[in-house]
């Protein structure tokens, strides 16, 4: 099971938990009725004790809220999925584009590496198995060619291990960036379903005097956790964006300087990757930016001290393997 088939069974996760809150609904009911008839009963009688007429309009407050409890699935979270929903597809079509380009120059970029290196007769034998036949047949049994032999036997050796150490490290960090981003949206479905079955209850709670800011500080959580997957979305298609203008250099330099390592290029997507990875905890807090949710800081700054604490076990483990052992291989 990939990465992408998660990230879905977390929005059917979510679909499938959300009506829930209609379970919720008798409880809110109840806790709303109560608050409604001392909230009606106070301001009721300041008003005849003052011999002041009666002021009708603050007295719905506690009746628009009880129709948003009755329809909460419909009314509040329908409306709301419906106008975040379009940013959402917006940003993951983004992505998807940015994507699709590191991809189609990803396979530009390894195919012009491929002829670069064989037109190189020092270095064709290396990626070419025909090639490497033929200079074997070209030699003979003499001390001098079964040493020349045995010297393309060990560099085609330490190029597909050089290589295999590199593809190694690639795939170690985009396993543990895949896994920041899917940490990050199991939080995010986690919170939706958390705040969606219990925000009957938060919007009950709201019609209390005293209490009136809880539907306010729902929403602005709410939108704010919401935010995430966007966020996110635009995070990964900035990283693809370098990618993308990382491999438009590499294929230029490829096409022109044929003296280019391509080494270079893979410390530089390594480097990236790791940044990618520790930003990917500061997500939340970027999300908090748009939407200011209070009660979300002291969350926030765990998640930045495990980021930090997190990319400097991650920039340190793969700084020390890579030039103890691939740094020997490549030089």
């Known amino acids: 099971m990939g990465f992408d088939n998660l990230h879905q069974i977390l929005r059917?996760?979510?679909l499938e938990m959300m009506p829930l809150c209609a379970t919720m609904a008798g409880v809110a009911k109840g806790i709303a009725g109560l608050g409604a008839l001392f909230y009606v009963a106070y301001r009721v009688w300041q008003s005849l004790a003052r011999t002041e007429p009666i002021d009708v309009y603050p007295l719905l407050r506690p009746f628009a809220i009880g129709l948003c409890i009755m329809f909460f699935p419909t009314i509040v979270l329908g409306t709301l999925n419906a106008v975040l929903s379009p940013v959402v597809k917006g940003t993951n079509q983004l992505l998807e584009s940015q994507v699709m380009d590191m991809n189609k120059y990803q396979q530009q970029k390894d195919m012009l590496e491929y002829?670069?290196?064989?037109?190189?007769?020092t270095t064709a034998y290396l990626v070419s198995n025909e090639e490497f036949d033929r200079k074997l047949d070209e030699l003979g049994w003499s001390p001098t060619d079964l040493m020349t032999i045995a010297g393309m036997y060990v560099e085609r050796a330490?190029?597909?291990?050089?290589?295999?150490?590199r593809n190694m490290f690639r795939e170690i960090?985009?396993?543990?960036?895949?896994?920041?981003?899917?940490?990050?949206?199991?939080?995010?479905?986690?919170?939706?379903?958390?705040?969606?079955?219990?925000?009957?209850?938060a919007f009950a709670f709201s019609v209390w005097d005293g209490f009136q800011a809880t539907m306010m500080q729902w929403f602005n959580r709410y939108i704010s956790v919401y935010l995430w997957l966007p966020v996110a979305d635009l995070f990964s298609a900035i990283l693809a964006k370098i990618q993308v203008l990382i491999l438009q250099n590499d294929i230029e330099r490829l096409a022109t300087d044929p003296t280019f390592s391509i080494d270079a290029s893979n410390g530089v997507y390594i480097v990236f990757t790791i940044i990618g990875i520790i930003g990917y905890f500061t997500i939340p807090t970027v999300a908090n930016w748009i939407i200011q949710a209070g009660g979300m800081g002291n969350y926030g700054r765990n998640?930045?001290?495990a980021a930090v604490k997190g990319g400097s076990f991650v920039a340190g483990a793969t700084g020390a393997a890579a030039g103890n052992i691939a740094g020997r291989l490549i030089h």
């Open 115 to 121: 002829e670069a290196m064989m037109r190189d007769p």
């Open 158 to 165: 330490m190029y597909n291990m050089r290589k295999a150490i």
């Open 173 to 201: 960090l985009e396993l543990i960036f895949q896994a920041a981003a899917l940490l990050i949206d199991t939080l995010r479905t986690f919170f939706l379903i958390v705040l969606s079955i219990l925000g009957p209850v």
């Open 303 to 305: 998640v930045n001290v």
């Open 12 to 14: 059917d996760l979510y």
